[in-house]
Each structure stands twice: as C-alpha cells, then as structure tokens.
C-alpha cells in the first residue's frame, strides 16, 4: 500500500535555528499537508498545498514558516527561526483529490533546545 | 476556531463492549467526515468515513452514524477489542483542509 515518507523521525535543534523537515507524497497525489501535534494535544491543521503554492494556512502557519516542493517527488516544510514552542509531532499527508482520501506520514517529532 | 468538537476526551470499556464517541460541527459546507485512528508515536490512520448523503456506514466492527440536522456524528466500535486501545479523532473536511477534533483515548480492558 503506497505510503506517504517524512524525514527524519526525530530532529532535536537549538532554539533559533532553521530546521527543514521532509515529506514524500504519494506518487499520484496532488494535493499535499502539513499538521502539527503538541504532545498530547489534537492534530492542528498549518497549510495544504496545491498547483505549487499555497492553498490555505491557518493563523499558526506565521513567516517563520514556508513550504515548497523542490522538485516532483519532495515536499518541504521550513521553520526559519525555531521556538521552544515549536516543539511537536509534525504530520504531511497527501491525496488526490482536495475533500478526503488524506493519507498521513508517521510524523517528524522536532524537539526545540 | 473550533470546527468539530469530539467527547469524551477519556473512555474505558470492557472486552467485548461498545465504544461510543461523538462529534458535532456547525460549518453545513462540510462534506466528508472520517474517523482517525491514532497509535502513540504513529501518524493518524484512516479509519472509517461517511458523506451526508447517507446515514449509516457500516465496516467491519466499525460503524459511524450520522445526523445531518442535528449535525452530529459519532463512532461506534463493536465488540471491543485490547487492540483498539488508541486515540481516536474525528475530522471535518471541506475544500482543501481537514480539522480534527481533540481526540478520545480508548482503553478497552481485557
């Protein structure tokens, strides 16, 4: 059953520094994701997107962040300038069409110093 | 914002027990509603889901029941098993985005 791969599964980095956490959608999907999760808590939603740009962000999704897809298999998400509070389980999930279907990775669990 | 609200936040239930969880919205411009499974560590797993078009969906010893007027939906588990022991979320869907619910921890005791 095709996956949807993020790397690395644990990144630990000091508080200011610039992390990139990786995603590789399913090969057929169009329509990529981020959420995050705070230990605990439920999973947010932080920006899809679709056509190479961004299709909707919630409020969390600030200029700290950006997404982008590099080249036809890789789908990025940046944090410029990490927050204690950044600290969470970050989830990319994909599907094919925009409503349902959404198949999420394992998740990257980033831990600000 | 919150666009689904879920309860309980906690359940327990004995071997063989139903597992009840529900959801209520209020955006009508929803159109897929779908039920996470989540292991500790693991991403969110698709479990079960349903359009408004209908009422009931059925899989396996899951089932999710559906009210569209009252905009309500929940998640029955039959026969509840140890290996269901998880968070569940239900989610809200409608163009280009998906919000969860806060999620219910499931322990099903042997």
């Known amino acids: 059953e095709p996956e949807v791969t993020q790397t690395p599964s644990h990144q630990v980095t000091q508080m200011g520094q610039e992390v990139i956490l990786r995603c590789v959608p399913i090969s057929n999907h169009l329509y990529f994701y981020w959420y995050r999760q705070i230990l605990g808590q439920k999973v947010e939603f932080l920006v899809s997107f679709y056509n190479n740009e961004i299709s909707e962000k919630s409020e969390i999704f600030d200029d700290q962040f950006s997404v982008e897809r590099p080249d036809g298999s890789n789908f990025t998400l940046k944090i410029r300038s990490t927050k204690l509070e950044d600290s969470a389980m970050y989830f990319c999930?994909?599907?094919?069409?925009?409503?349902?279907?959404?198949?999420f990775g394992s998740g990257t669990r980033l831990t600000v110093v | 914002q919150q666009q689904v609200k879920q309860s309980p936040q906690s359940l327990i239930v004995q071997k063989g027990g139903i597992s009840i969880i529900n959801c209520a919205y209020e955006n009508t411009a929803f159109d897929y509603f779908p039920w996470y499974q989540q292991f500790p560590g693991k991403g969110p797993a698709l479990l079960i889901a349903?359009?408004?078009?209908?009422s009931e969906k059925k899989e396996g010893r899951f089932t999710i029941s559906f009210n569209k007027s009252a905009k309500q939906f929940s998640l029955h588990i039959m026969d509840s098993q140890p290996g269901d022991s998880a968070t569940y979320f239900c989610a809200v869907s409608g163009a280009n985005n998906l919000f969860f619910g806060t999620g219910t921890r499931l322990t099903v005791i042997p």
């Open positions: 349903i359009r408004p078009d209908v």
């Open positions: 999930a994909s599907n094919r069409e925009g409503n349902y279907g959404y198949t």
